[in-house]
């Protein structure tokens, strides 16, 4: 970055240069230069309505095109100059615009401010991210159905305050996810509207006296509304408000994931293994293999969270309309945009690379006489009241565990002791695989409700898009 005592754009009013350290502290080149595609659509899109209203000339209008295509192609490359005197990647472009191309790119600022113009690249910039996370999310969403779909039928045991409490499907825990994941779409796509309106015409605050035409540029840029109120255009940050908190959500979802798997990947529980590309291992203790990736998905949904907070602290006590506060906006919003895109392709890799152990799952299953409410369920079907059949329950339970055996290996006269309106029939609810088919209703853990559900996941996908 070249840092030369040029004079600057607005320096006309100024007796002396801003000191160094200012320089460098105002400035926001060092992070917004990542604005700088869309920055430069929206000029294009704002020199396109100027030329079509008659503000400026078409010969002006092709010298910006021939400008702009020649700036993209240098920071494409790498040989542009980001200079530090130039503030903003708005000011970085402008200047090199009117070197390339001279009066015509500095007629290209004419009724617009850098205000709408920046509320306006965040919000191309964003719609973009929005978009690209979108569709991780789909992807993550197909690799937790191709998994849930192989193992519809293996049960497990599904957990109320961490201990074993019925049986599931581990494609039923998945489809938990699936939901989870499905809800985050759905906030994001409705946040996206809110991102998708134009600024632009605001100008510093006041409006222009110019006569734009803000639905030509709208639709120039894909905004399906514009921003009906000049003072809110240019500091409405709602918008990426309502992304963090939607970027957070989806970590949380990733958050309470990731506990899991570090949980199942424990010796203790050994219901899964994760390919060892998404683990470590220890430096001195050689038998470890550490589950890496979850926990820091899990330590990088606290530093979501913080550009939540902080979005919400940076707006809080501004006035209408800009204040140079605004540009904390971005470094937040990036490094959440990052973090999210960086979690979710990992995460479809790495569920992807799920080893199963079926054996261990139902071995832990084994244990928690996890057919207990089942065993309860079936005395109420022979006429004994619920409160009753949990007393009774209850005490098989004790005895079961005197004994050190599951409910369904208790002998039939055993339990005919507890209750005689017991039968042989109760072997079937006794079982894993009968206490599972039994809930087959919508939303049920039943093999055949989560082929079901997998089913409508996927229709509901090739639906929405
Ligand atoms: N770099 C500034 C920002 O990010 C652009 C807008 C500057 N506007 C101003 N009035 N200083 O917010």
Redesign the pocket.
Known sequence: MTNDATHKTWSGRFDEPVSERVKRYT??IPF?WRLWRHDIQGSLAHARMLAKQGIISTEDLAAIERGMAQIAQEIESGAFEWSLDD????LNIERRLTALVGDAGKRLHTGR???D??ATDIRLWLRDAIDEIRSRIRTLQTALLDLAEQHAATPMPGFTHLQVAQPVTFGHHLMAYVEMLERDWERLTDCRRRTNRLPLGAA?LAGTTYPIDRWAVAETLGFEELCRNSLDAVSDRDFAIEFLSAASLVMMHLSRFSEELILWMTPRFGFIDLADRFCTGSSIMPQKKNPDVPELVRGKTGRVYGHLVAMLTLMKGQPLA?N?D??E??EPLFDAVDTLNDTLAIYAEMVAGIRVKPEAMRAALQEGFATATDLADYLVKKGVPFRDAHEIVARAVRAAERQGVDLAEIPLTTLQQFCPQIEEDVYEVLTIEGSLAARAHIGGTAPEAVQAAIAHARARIAQRG
Do not use: F, G, L, T
Not at 87 to 90: L, R, T
């Open positions: 400035a926001s917004d503030e903003d990647i708005h401010s850098r205000n113009q920046v510093a800009y140079k605004n540009q906006d971005k």
